[in-house]
C-alpha cells in the first residue's frame, strides 16, 4: 500500500525587511461554497449556531477557530474545520490545495501592498476583516486584512514563487526609502 | 558668473561633472543648467532641423533647447532637460544632435539651405528617381532625423509602479497648493501635494518675496513644518503629475534615485497611479516669448529664467543683461538683478505706454529688428520711441506673458477659454468634474492671489466632499504680494529674416505663413503641417504664441482658432517605469506544476503553455537528439507504460440541481443522460457559433460533474460558464468553481498502464472506457478517470495537489519496473496526432463543429450556446475547410503552417487550399502525418495534395486520409 508525503506550496523562512515581515502561512482546510438554492436562510441560521454568517461581499466572519470569507457571487470560503451538516444547504468544493497563503505584516505592510494591489487600504476605507477579491501584480487573489498592520494573500498555489518574488521586491523597495517608505 | 551671497545650493558641497567631455564644477542643490551657467558656458545644443547654436531658455520643465544625453554608469539617456538634472559627482553630460562637435557642427550647414527646408518641404522632395529612396534618400534621411541616440544594451536600471488614493489631489506645491493641501489638512482629508521641483515652494524658490514682512523662505518653512507632521498629508517632491484620466485617476512620475548617486535598493523611477476623490490643479504659469528676427540665441532667454538663475542658484547669465517684454512682471528681473549687483544695461518694452522710471535706461514702443552673436547673444539692434539703437548686451530676459498650466484640465479632451484681460487661455468652468484650478494655473497671477485662490478651492472641496471646514482662525491668510498684472499682447514683430516661434522643433512665422498660403489654416493642420508643438516640449513655450500668430494671419480672433488637443503626459514619461516590473519573467506569473523540481532533475528541458513550465522531453543518457528521445517515449507509451503530468488541463467543479441542464446548456451535445461514474467527450461553443474548446465531463455523484478543459483555455472556459451562469441562468440551482489547482494529474498511458495502478494502490481496479471511480490511497481519497489522450489503455489519477510531487516520484519508480517511464510534451503530441486528437492547434477560434467533423455531436433535440449561429449559412456545407489528415511519403518532411495545393496547379495564394495545424514524425508508422484543414477535404479522402511550405522549401505530395491514423477500431483504447 502507497504512502503519499504532502509536500507545501512554497518550503520558504520568513523574509523580515525594514518595518514589513512576509512569511507562508497554513490556513489549515480550505473549501468554498454556494448556498443551495432556497436554503439561504436555513445556511444562515445554521452558520449563526457556529457563531458564523455569509458576509456581505468585502468582508470576513470569524470565531475562533473558522473563518467564512466572502469570494465572490454567491460564493463564500469556509477557512477552518469544515462544519459536517455544511453539504445539506450548501454545495461545497474543497480547495484546500488550490492557495498558497502569505503573511505580511509591519508598520510598512500597506505600504509594500501599493505596489502590489490597486486598492485603497487606508485603514478607513479597507479595516480589519475586510477583505478583496483583486489581482496581485497579474495573478488572482484575496487580500484579507486580519488586523491593523497584518494581511493575509491568497493565490494560486502554482503562482506561489512568483507571489513570493513580487512580494519581497516591493519590500526591498520600499525598505529603500527609509523612514517612512512611502 | 556665481554670485558669493545667493542661491539656495550647498556651497559646501562642491560637485564636479563633465559637459561634452570637459571637467566642471558646481555645488549640490545645482542643476546641470545652473552650473554650466554658472562656467560661463551658454551653448549647449544645437536646434533640431537648422543645426543653429543654442543656450538654456528656461529653468524648469518646460526647455525646448538643452537637451541633453547622460552617461550614468552603463544607463544611457538621451532627451533629458539640463534645467530638470540635479547633478551629483561624476555624471556625464553630453550635448545632442552635432558632430563632429557643439561648436563646429558639420549639419550646420541646413542653416544655409535653409529657404529650401521650410515647414512640409519634405512632401515637395525626396521624390525622383524613384529607386533613389530606398538606396539614398532613406538611409541619409535616418541618420540626420531623430534626436539624441539610445544605447544598444538592455535597460539594467530597476524601477517601480505604485497605487495611492487620497480624499484630495494638490498638484503643485507653490503658494496656492501650499494654501490648498494646508486648509484641506486642517480639516482632516487625506491629501496629497505632488510636485515635480526637489522641494515644495514653487514660485517662493525663485522669486524675491516677502510674506508677512519676511523673507518668504521662513513662511515656507514654517508652513511645511506643519504639513510634514500631519498624519494625513502624504507630500510627494520629485513627482510631476503626468495625466488626468477618468474617475479621479491621475498618472504621475516619481524621481527616485534618478539624477542622485546610486543608492542600494532605490529604485529609479517610480510610475504612480493615483485615485482622488478630488483634485486641484495648482500646476503655476509658464512665460512665453515674443517672436522676432533671430530671436533664437544663447544668451536669449526666458525673463523669469535669468532672475531665478539668480534668485534660486545665484547664478549671472550675463555681465551686461537686457529684458525685452510687453508686460509689468518682466521688470522684476532687472529689479532683482540690479538689487544683486548685476550689470543692466536696458529695459526695452513693445508697450507706448508703460512705467519709465527704473534704475537703468528703459525704452519704450520697441521694435528688435535684429540680434547678432552666433555661438552667444552680442547685440540687439531696435526701433523705439525715439529712433533707433544699437546695444551691447550677451543676455536678454524676453517676456511675451504667461500661459496658465493647464494641461492636465484639458485631458479629458476639454478645451480651454481665451481671456483677453490676460492675453491668456483659462480653464473652463467644469472642465473635468472633481476638479478645480487655483492659482496662476486659473489665470490667478499674484501671490496673494493664488493663495486665496487655492484656499477657496480646498473649501470648494470640502463643501463637495461633506466635510466640516475649519474654524476661521485656521483660515488667516498672510500678507503677500499682490501685484495687479498689466500686459499689452504681442506676439510678434514684423521681420524678413527668421523670427522663431518654437524653438525645440525649429518652427519659424515663415513656415506658419507658409502653412497659412497652402491652407492648412486649422490650428491641427498648422501644427502637423510645421510640426509645431511636437517636440518632446510639446510646445510648452510655444503653442499660444503659435496660435495666436496663425490668428493674426489668417484674420481670425484667438478664441475662434482655438488650441489643439492636449494629451497625456504632460512631460516625458519613460517607458522603463510605466513598465516596470514587466522586463523578462516579470511579465507574467510563472505556474510550476507539482512534478516540476523533479523534472527538472531528470534533465528536462521546459517549454511553456499557457503560463505553466512543462516537460518537453526526458533525455536518457546516449540519446543525442530530442527527436531521439521523443520517438522512444512513444514507443515506451504504446508498448509498455508512460507517466505525464497533466495537472495543467483545466478542472471546473459544477455542483446543484440544475448541473446536467446547464451542462447541456453550455455543450453541443447532451450531458444530463451520463450515468454516474461515467465521463463523456464533449464540444461547446461560443455565441457565434464557433468551437470554444472541448474536453470531457465526469458525473461524480448525485448533481456533481467535474468538466475538464483545455490547458490554455481554462481561465476563457471558466469566465464563459461564468457568464452565461449569471447572464442566462441566474436563478438556476448552480454553483461552479475551478479546481485547476487543487489536483495534481497525472496520464498512466499504455497496455501496462493497468498493472501499475493495481501495483501502486495494492487492489484490482476494473474500469471500462470512459467510466470514473473513486480509489483510496491509504487515508486519500484519489480520482481515476479511464480517458485517453494517446489511443492506448490509459488513465488519469488525481490526488489532491499537496500529493502531487510524492505520487510522480512513486509513478516513475513503478514505471521503470515496467519497463516504462516518463513522458513529455513532444511524446504527448505525437501521440495524440497520431490517434487525430484534437488541441487548440486544430480549435484556433475559427473552426466549427462541422468543419471538425463533429456535427453529429450537435444535438437536434435541445438548445445550446451557438446553435442557432452555427447554422447560418457559410459555416456548413460545401466550401468549408474540413479537418483531414496528411500522410507524407517516408523519408520526406513536413510542417504547420504549411499550405495545400492541388497537384496540377502553381502553389500560388489564389489556389490555395488550406493549411496544416498540426504535424510530426510517427515512428509508430515510420513517416511523417498531419492534422490540416482542406476545403471539402472529407470527400478528398484517399487523394493527393500537395503540400508547400514557402518559409521552410519544403514541396510534397501527401495522401489525404482520415484523421485517425492509428488503432481506426480503438480496441487498444477499449481493451
Not at chain 2, 109 to 124: E, T
Not at chain 2, 883 to 891: E, R, T
Request: proline share 5%; hydrophobic share 40%; charged share 20%.
Amino acid at each position: 500500500m502507497v504512502s503519499l508525503i504532502p509536500t507545501p506550496p512554497l518550503t520558504v523562512p520568513p523574509i523580515f525587511l525594514g518595518a514589513c515581515q512576509l512569511a507562508t502561512v497554513d490556513l489549515g482546510p480550505l473549501a468554498s461554497f454556494t448556498p443551495k438554492k432556497g436554503q439561504e436562510s436555513a445556511l444562515q441560521a445554521y452558520l449563526a449556531t457556529l457563531d458564523l454568517a455569509c458576509p456581505p461581499p468585502n468582508h470576513a466572519q470569524s470565531n475562533s477557530t473558522q473563518s467564512v470569507l466572502w469570494a465572490g457571487a454567491a460564493q463564500w470560503f469556509f477557512q477552518g474545520p469544515l462544519p459536517e451538516k455544511l453539504m445539506q444547504f450548501a454545495y461545497v468544493s474543497d480547495q484546500s490545495d488550490g492557495w498558497a497563503t502569505l503573511s505580511l505584516s509591519g508598520a510598512t505592510a500597506p505600504n509594500v501592498l501599493a505596489r502590489l494591489y490597486p486598492l485603497d487600504l487606508r485603514e478607513k476605507v479597507f479595516g480589519v476583516g475586510q477583505l478583496a477579491r483583486a489581482p496581485l501584480m497579474h495573478m488572482a487573489s484575496l487580500l484579507h486584512r486580519t488586523k491593523p498592520r497584518e494581511f493575509t494573500l491568497y493565490v494560486f498555489r502554482s503562482m506561489a514563487q512568483t507571489a513570493w518574488h513580487e512580494v519581497k521586491t516591493a519590500m526591498i523597495h520600499v525598505a529603500a526609502r527609509g523612514r517612512d517608505g512611502v | 558668473m556665481r554670485l558669493d551671497h545667493l542661491g539656495a545650493i550647498d556651497r559646501s558641497m562642491p560637485v564636479n561633472f563633465e559637459f561634452d567631455g570637459v571637467a566642471y564644477s558646481g555645488f549640490a542643490g545645482d542643476t546641470l543648467a545652473s552650473a554650466l551657467l554658472a562656467n560661463g558656458v551658454k551653448l549647449t545644443g544645437r536646434s533640431f532641423k537648422y543645426h543653429r547654436p543654442r543656450g538654456i531658455f528656461t529653468i524648469g520643465s518646460a526647455e525646448p533647447n538643452a537637451m541633453i544625453t547622460l552617461i550614468e554608469g552603463a544607463q544611457r539617456t538621451p532627451n533629458l532637460r539640463a534645467s530638470m538634472i540635479e547633478i551629483y559627482e561624476g555624471i556625464r553630460a553630453f550635448s545632442q544632435n552635432n558632430w563632429p562637435s557643439l561648436r563646429h557642427d558639420v549639419m550646420a550647414i541646413n542653416d544655409v539651405f535653409s529657404p529650401f527646408l521650410g515647414a512640409g518641404f519634405y512632401y515637395k522632395t525626396f521624390m525622383w528617381p524613384r529607386k533613389f529612396w530606398e538606396n539614398i534618400y532613406e538611409p541619409v534621411i535616418r541618420r540626420a532625423a531623430g534626436l539624441g541616440s539610445l544605447a544598444t544594451e538592455p535597460d539594467q536600471s530597476v524601477s517601480e509602479k505604485a497605487f495611492a488614493h487620497c480624499d484630495l489631489l494638490v498638484i503643485g506645491g507653490g503658494p496656492a497648493g501650499l494654501l490648498a493641501a494646508r486648509t484641506a489638512a486642517r480639516a482632516g482629508l487625506d491629501v496629497i501635494l505632488a510636485d515635480e521641483d526637489t522641494t515644495l515652494g514653487g514660485r517662493l524658490l525663485y522669486e524675491q518675496e516677502e510674506i508677512d514682512d519676511a523673507p518668504a523662505s521662513l513662511w515656507l518653512q514654517k508652513l511645511l513644518i506643519e504639513l510634514r507632521a500631519l498624519p494625513n498629508v502624504r507630500l510627494m517632491t520629485r513627482t510631476t503629475v503626468t495625466g488626468l484620466y477618468d474617475g479621479g485617476t491621475f498618472s504621475a512620475l516619481e524621481r527616485v534615485s534618478l539624477h542622485m548617486q546610486p543608492a542600494g535598493d532605490l529604485p529609479r523611477e517610480c510610475f504612480w497611479r493615483i485615485v482622488a476623490k478630488h483634485a486641484i490643479l495648482a500646476a503655476g504659469a509658464l512665460e512665453r516669448p515674443i517672436a522676432f528676427a533671430n530671436n533664437d540665441r544663447p544668451g536669449i532667454m526666458l525673463a523669469n529664467a535669468v532672475r531665478g538663475y539668480v534668485n534660486r542658484f545665484g547664478v549671472v547669465p550675463g555681465l551686461k543683461v537686457s529684458i525685452f517684454a510687453n508686460n509689468d512682471d518682466a521688470r522684476r528681473t532687472a529689479r532683482d538683478l540690479m538689487a544683486a549687483g548685476v550689470n543692466v544695461v536696458a529695459i526695452l518694452d513693445s508697450r507706448a505706454d508703460a512705467p519709465s522710471a527704473e534704475n537703468c535706461p528703459v525704452y519704450l514702443k520697441v521694435e528688435i529688428l535684429n540680434t547678432e552673436g552666433r555661438h552667444g547673444l552680442t547685440h540687439l539692434r531696435f526701433r523705439h520711441a525715439a529712433g533707433e539703437a544699437y546695444l551691447a548686451t550677451d543676455c536678454l530676459g524676453l517676456s511675451g506673458g504667461w500661459n496658465p498650466s493647464l494641461h492636465l484640465a484639458c485631458h479629458m479632451n476639454g478645451r480651454p477659454a481665451w481671456n483677453d484681460a490676460i492675453a491668456a487661455f483659462v480653464p473652463s468652468v467644469d472642465m473635468v468634474a472633481g476638479l478645480t484650478t487655483a492659482g496662476a494655473a486659473a489665470g490667478v497671477f499674484s501671490t496673494l492671489g493664488a493663495m486665496r485662490s487655492g484656499q477657496d478651492a480646498a473649501l470648494a472641496a470640502l463643501i463637495s466632499l461633506k466635510v466640516k471646514a475649519p474654524a476661521k482662525s485656521k483660515l488667516r491668510l498672510p500678507d503677500a504680494d499682490d501685484a495687479t498684472y498689466r500686459i499689452t499682447p504681442l506676439w510678434a514683430q514684423k521681420s524678413d529674416t527668421r523670427a522663431w516661434v518654437d524653438l525645440a522643433n525649429d518652427v519659424t512665422t515663415k513656415d506658419i505663413d507658409l502653412a497659412v498660403q497652402e491652407g492648412f489654416i486649422s490650428v491641427e493642420h498648422m501644427k502637423r503641417y510645421t510640426t509645431q508643438g511636437m517636440a518632446p516640449d510639446q510646445g510648452k513655450s510655444a503653442n499660444v504664441l503659435a496660435l495666436a500668430y496663425l490668428a493674426d494671419t489668417s484674420g481670425r480672433e484667438i478664441a475662434q482658432t482655438g488650441t489643439t488637443t492636449f494629451r497625456p503626459p504632460f512631460a516625458p514619461q519613460s517607458i522603463g517605469a510605466m513598465g516596470a516590473g514587466g522586463q523578462k519573467k516579470g511579465f507574467a506569473p510563472e505556474r510550476f506544476l507539482t512534478s516540476h523540481a523533479a523534472s527538472v532533475s531528470l534533465g528536462a528541458p521546459m517549454i511553456e503553455a499557457g503560463l505553466w513550465y512543462r516537460p518537453s522531453y526526458f533525455p536518457q543518457k546516449g540519446e543525442t537528439t530530442w527527436r531521439e528521445t521523443c520517438d522512444r517515449e512513444v514507443g515506451l507509451v504504446r508498448s509498455a507504460v508512460g507517466v505525464c503530468d497533466v495537472s495543467t488541463l483545466g478542472k471546473i467543479d459544477i455542483q446543484g440541481q440544475d448541473a446536467a441542464r446547464f451542462l447541456d446548456f453550455i455543450y453541443t451535445n447532451t450531458m444530463s443522460t451520463l450515468p454516474e461514474g461515467r465521463v463523456r467527450y464533449g464540444i461547446m461553443l461560443r455565441e457565434d457559433g464557433h468551437v470554444l474548446d472541448d474536453g470531457t465531463t465526469a458525473h461524480l455523484g448525485p448533481n456533481h460533474y467535474l468538466m475538464t478543459t483545455t490547458t490554455s483555455a481554462a481561465s476563457q472556459v471558466m469566465r464563459h460558464l461564468d457568464f452565461v451562469h449569471q447572464a442566462y441562468c441566474a436563478d438556476w440551482d448552480l454553483s461552479t468553481i475551478s479546481v485547476t489547482e487543487n489536483w495534481a494529474q497525472f496520464a498512466i498511458a499504455g497496455p501496462k498502464a493497468r498493472a501499475l495502478i493495481e501495483s501502486l494502490s495494492g487492489q484490482p481496479i476494473n474500469l471500462s472506457f470512459m467510466g470514473f471511480v473513486n480509489l483510496q490511497l491509504s487515508e486519500i481519497v484519489a480520482r481515476v478517470f479511464r480517458i485517453s489522450f494517446s489511443g492506448e489503455e490509459s488513465y488519469e489519477l488525481a490526488v489532491p495537489a499537496r500529493y502531487g510531487a510524492s505520487l510522480w516520484h512513486k509513478l516513475i519508480v513503478l514505471a521503470k519496473t515496467y519497463e516504462g517511464g516518463p513522458y513529455g510534451m513532444e511524446a504527448l503530441n505525437v501521440l495524440r496526432i497520431e490517434k487525430g486528437l484534437l488541441t487548440h492547434a486544430e480549435m484556433h477560434g475559427r473552426v466549427t463543429a462541422f468543419d471538425l467533423g463533429l456535427s453529429s455531436k450537435m444535438s437536434s433535440k435541445k438548445d445550446f450556446i451557438g446553435r442557432a449561429a452555427a447554422g447560418r449559412a457559410g459555416l456548413l456545407g460545401p466550401g468549408r475547410e474540413e479537418l483531414v489528415g496528411l500522410i507524407a511519403p517516408v523519408g520526406h518532411t513536413i510542417s504547420a503552417g504549411a499550405h495545400l495545393y492541388p497537384t496540377d496547379k502553381a502553389p500560388v495564394r489564389e489556389n490555395d487550399q488550406g493549411y496544416v495545424t498540426s504535424a510530426c514524425y510517427s515512428p509508430t508508422l515510420g513517416r511523417y502525418l498531419a492534422l490540416a484543414f482542406l476545403r471539402d477535404g472529407r470527400e478528398k479522402q484517399g487523394q493527393e495534395i500537395r503540400l508547400v511550405d514557402h518559409l521552410r522549401d519544403l514541396d510534397v505530395l501527401c495522401q489525404v486520409e482520415n484523421p485517425v491514423f492509428y488503432d481506426n477500431t480503438g480496441e487498444r483504447l477499449r481493451g
